[in-house]
């Protein structure tokens, strides 16, 4: 004698293991830090040098390298510590990621750690501009009117909204990131939108100078520590990030989720058909 199996008690179970599978695999997998998107990535692991191409930095005033309480990032051993005028870090510039010296799209991201400000009014992340003149690209961290903190990317003398920082606080490590193209400039804070100005927006290298931790007047400066900085020439998912998210699965991933959901489908039809029993 048979007895019908019903499909749907035995599909749960099997494909429930199956996606349990899918997200072992995604869990697993590491973002590559540096991609054939990557401009530039400075790590600050034992010094101030690109570590996927040729921008090396320059330490300016009492910049240095710290080995404790840097980014928490696996592996990671050393982040850039700045307190104030001058310190900073200087870059070589004009640099040309492109060969056309424009970005149509981009992101850049960083490990931030504000102790506070004691210049300028805000903690400016990154610059590349003309002193005193205009900005191409430059990444800030502001107080907010009220409490709490903003941010703001700037990009080719245009000023975008500032973004409220929601649960951003002092001595504490975040990862910012902002993403910019034809539609839209967008802001994350710890892998999570927190706002977005409409496009389009590009940017232009064109200045003859670029700091980690200063502006192009020299005017605001990052006090705290820095960490992680990586400059691409595309919009990265938050799964992309190097901020120990979730990370994208790669087609390779997919394909053997796909085959595993396959074949525990075709099980769970021939199991459902009938299943001989004693009499």
């Not at 869990?27 to 034992?46: H, K």
């Not at 910049?63 to 200087?90: K, Y």
């Not at 590349?128 to 990444?139: E, K, P, R, V, Y």
């Not at 649960?167 to 839209?184: I, Q, S």
Request: aromatic content about 10%; hydrophobic content about 40%.
């Amino acid at each position: 004698m048979y007895e019908n199996k019903t499909f749907a008690k035995v599909a749960g179970i099997t494909i429930a293991g199956a996606v349990l599978l899918g997200v072992q695999v995604v869990a697993q997998a590491q973002v590559a830090p540096c991609t054939t998107a990557t401009i530039a990535y400075w790590r600050f692991d034992g010094g101030y040098t690109d570590s996927c191409g040729s921008i090396d930095g320059t330490p300016v005033g009492s910049a240095s390298i710290a080995t404790s309480n840097c980014a928490p990032l696996p592996g990671n051993s050393g982040c850039l510590v700045l307190n104030g005028s001058p310190s900073r870090v200087d870059l070589p510039a004009p640099f040309n990621p492109t060969h056309t010296g424009v970005l149509s799209a981009g992101t850049i991201e960083a490990w931030v750690y504000f102790e506070g400000t004691n210049e300028g009014g805000g903690g400016i992340i990154f610059n590349h501009g003309i002193a005193a003149l205009f900005t191409d690209l430059q990444l800030q961290v502001e107080p907010h009117t009220g409490g709490g903190y903003d941010s703001q990317l700037d990009t080719a003398k245009r000023a975008h909204p500032f973004f409220f920082l929601p649960g951003f606080t002092l001595n504490t490590w975040h990862h910012l990131a902002w993403t910019w193209d034809a539609t839209a400039v967008t802001s994350y804070m710890d892998g999570v939108v927190v706002g977005a100005a409409a496009g389009p927006v590009s940017v232009a290298f064109t200045g003859n100078e670029s700091e980690i931790g200063s502006d192009d007047q020299e005017f605001g400066y990052w006090v705290g520590r820095l960490d992680e900085i990586r400059l691409s020439n595309r919009v990265l998912a938050p799964c992309e990030f190097l901020a120990h998210l979730p990370t994208c699965p790669t087609v390779s991933e997919w394909g053997l989720l796909a085959m595993g959901l396959l074949t525990v489908a075709a099980g769970a039809v021939v199991v459902m058909r009938r299943r001989r029993v004693a009499a």
